[in-house]
């Protein structure tokens, strides 16, 4: 009976293991790699975001017209690419890897801002700067998921990228 058990407990385990492979993939591993140590930010925290802003969907448009992977509202992509000199098009942040580098980049400016409060970073990225500075963040059910579900996403990407 014991050994059944084990047996059952074994099973269950690489089931869940082989759930995490698939619920957190690691697409762009190469390209992610690369902006993670050109903007210092860890492929764990990009992925993370993508997993929770787009769930890898490239063509991702949201209700308030944020765009690709990272969820970048034009605006904010214009100003990225501005102020790195790149260039510049609502088409191009439908590309994976520029989407990848704008919110790189975005993300890279938060943390300077609010120098390396976590917290406040994702509540900048979610909600915007305007609604953290303001408090009115608080009053969004989605943004305080939005902290749980980054911290559970980057629990598995650890595991996840420790195993590349």
């Not at 929770?52 to 991702?60: G, H, K, Q």
């Amino acid at each position: 009976m014991r050994k059944i058990q084990i047996s059952i407990l074994i099973f269950l385990l690489l089931i869940g293991v082989v759930k995490i492979f698939f619920l957190f993939p690691l697409d762009y591993y190469e390209e992610i790699d690369e902006i993670s140590k050109k903007y210092k930010i860890s492929s764990e925290a990009i992925y993370s975001v993508i997993k929770i802003e787009s769930n890898f969907r490239e063509n991702a448009i949201s209700h308030k017209g944020a765009i690709g992977l990272m969820q970048i509202m034009p605006s904010t992509g214009e100003w990225m690419a501005k102020s790195n000199d790149l260039l510049y098009s609502q088409e191009l942040l439908l590309d994976p890897i520029y989407n990848i580098k704008i919110g790189t980049l975005y993300l890279s400016y938060l943390i300077n801002r609010y120098e390396g409060d976590l917290e406040k970073v994702l509540i900048a990225y979610n909600a915007g700067p305007s609604r953290l500075k303001s408090g009115a963040w608080k009053e969004f059910k989605e943004t305080k998921n939005y902290l749980i579900k980054y911290k559970i996403a980057n629990f598995f990407y650890r595991i996840r990228l420790y195993f590349k």
